[in-house]
C-alpha cells in the first residue's frame, strides 16, 4: 500500500510539473503573438514551438480582416521573404536527419495536388 502511494504521489507530482510547464509555453506563445500582432499590425498570427518532442500551437485573430476565417494546423501560409530563411533550415534538418531526401520532388512531403 506505501508503495502504491509513493508512485500515486510520484504520478501527482509529475502531472502538476507538465501542466505547469505546458501552461508556461501557452503563455510564451501568447505573449509572442501579441507582441507581433502589435507591432506588425497584422490581421492574424499564427505562433508554433517544438520543445521535448511536443508541437504547442497558437492561432490568433483572422486571415483576412472582418471574414472570420481563422487560421488552424492545418492552415497553409504562403512563403515570404523572412520565412525562406525558416523554410531552408527546417529542409537542412529534414535532410541531416535523413527525413527527406535532396533529389526527390518537394510534391512528395505535401498534401494535395500540384501540377508538374
Do not use: C, P, W
Not at 501579441?34 to 517544438?50: C, M, T, W
Not at 483576412?64 to 476565417?69: E, L, Q
Not at 515570404?80 to 518537394?106: C, H, I, M, P
Request: charged content about 25%; proline content about 0%; hydrophobic content about 40%.
Amino acid at each position: 500500500m506505501r508503495k502504491n502511494i509513493l508512485v500515486f504521489i510520484l504520478a501527482l507530482a509529475f502531472v502538476k510539473n507538465y501542466a505547469q510547464s505546458e501552461k508556461k509555453v501557452y503563455s510564451i506563445i501568447d505573449a509572442a503573438a501579441q507582441k507581433v500582432a502589435k507591432e506588425s499590425k497584422a490581421y492574424s498570427v499564427s505562433v508554433g514551438i517544438l520543445k521535448d518532442g511536443k508541437v504547442y500551437t497558437g492561432h490568433y485573430g483572422e486571415i483576412d480582416k472582418g471574414k472570420g476565417n481563422k487560421a488552424n494546423d492545418n492552415t497553409y501560409f504562403t512563403i515570404a521573404s523572412v520565412t525562406k530563411l525558416f523554410t531552408g533550415q527546417l529542409l537542412a534538418q529534414a535532410v541531416l536527419e535523413g527525413k527527406v531526401n535532396l533529389d526527390d520532388d518537394v510534391r512528395k512531403y505535401l498534401n494535395g495536388s500540384y501540377l508538374t
